[in-house]
């Protein structure tokens, strides 16, 4: 079984590069740098859940930026949840095909 802590494989040095390069305590905090657990993909709501995921799809920094393989995953949990079939969530489904059609 996969932990639902984990981040989707991304490893530690990941984002210990990205603070390196982007830092922590800027004024600006990167959008991106959050990189949700599969719990959170699996139990936070829509609306909390949408601009972390779009985040990390479309503005993380270079150290962070997503696979297929991650994305797919992330699609998959999405696909499992019990309102899979709500606006809200489908909008972040699709939102995970648009990204793998890129």
Request: aromatic share 6%; charged share 25%.
């Amino acid at each position: 079984m996969t932990d639902p802590d984990d981040r989707f494989g991304m490893p530690d040095s990941a984002f210990k590069a990205a603070r390196k390069s982007h830092g922590v305590n800027s004024p600006v905090f990167r959008a991106g740098m959050y990189v949700p657990t599969r719990q959170e993909v699996a139990t936070l709501s829509a609306a909390k859940l949408l601009p972390i995921v779009v985040d990390w799809m479309w503005e993380s920094p270079s150290e962070l930026i997503p696979n297929n393989d991650q994305i797919s995953q992330l699609r998959a949990i999405l696909l499992a949840r019990t309102d899979a079939g709500e606006p809200e969530v489908r909008e972040l489904i699709v939102a995970c095909e648009d990204y793998l059609k890129v």
